[in-house]
């Protein structure tokens, strides 16, 4: 996590990648999304995906989860160096989510995030909003998942 | 699930609530949102939500949940009479979703769905897409959780 100063519009940071087994593809569906292309493999092959694919929550998921590793990495960078510690705030929401291309069994999805706008809370001004294209791309180069997601980022010495 | 033949703009329905207990909030947030305020009661009192909270993509999950087993339902009933059986398709996407005020431990969560555009798909004839506002209010009836969705729907006779 870095401060809001510290911020600026077209950042980009990779956040790694995540293989997507049919084991993990079936225990997330199992809980939250029991379609039958999401729990098994000739069901996935009938459906339009092709495939046994993932949930699009579980594809969000994941990209939460990477976010929050990487969030974790900073920090940690940060409190090595003695540097002051941001600690992020929620997510107001988002928009324009796509689900572009089938996550599918096997495939292997690296997911990046990069800056389109910044501004400071008029409610809360020891608080900026930054908005970010959260995507993720399959071994392919093709872009499966696209989300403009909106975050509370702290401002330093609060503003 | 029913046919794109039977829906019609302003078709609402509810699709049953669900209690977020600490134990679900935290079990979710280990595996794929391990942020402090939605893993450690303390943490999520000290933060902008004021105690433990669901994080945001739970909430969005359990929704589909609901929906799927709404689904269900729908189904079993039009197996009971004998009537054709309709199979929904994947969601390509949605926009605009909110998280418009926290869900916290104990709140029990009810979900809606209401179509607001219905047309047939370009590309592939034999299914409709629908947009619906799948919404979440709490048992003091505030809305939580807002988001337009887009799926797939079969037409009847394939187009």
New interface residues.
């Given amino acids: 996590m870095r401060f809001f100063e510290d911020l600026q519009v077209g950042q980009r940071r990779e956040l790694g990648s995540f293989t997507f087994t049919a084991a993990d593809i079936k225990r997330f569906a199992v809980?939250?999304?029991?379609?039958?292309?999401h729990l098994d493999e000739e069901e996935g092959r009938k459906?339009?995906?092709g495939g046994l694919?993932a949930?699009?929550?579980h594809v969000?998921?994941?990209c939460?989860?990477l976010i929050?590793a990487d969030n974790q990495r900073l920090l940690e960078v940060a409190r090595s160096r003695g540097e002051p510690i941001a600690?992020?705030?929620?997510?107001?929401?988002?928009?324009?989510?796509?689900?572009?291309k089938?996550v599918l069994a096997g495939d292997t999805i690296s997911f990046s995030s990069e800056i389109e706008s910044l501004r400071v809370s008029a409610s809360?001004p020891e608080w900026g909003i930054l908005q970010a294209r959260n995507a993720g791309s399959n071994q392919r180069g093709e872009v499966v998942f696209s989300v403009l997601a909106s975050a509370?980022v702290p401002r330093r010495n609060n503003g």
């Fill in positions: 809980q939250f999304d029991p379609q039958r292309f459906s339009l995906f694919a949930s699009g929550w969000g998921s994941v939460m989860k929050v600690v992020g705030g929620p997510s107001p929401g988002f928009r324009d989510l796509r689900w572009l089938p809360r509370f």
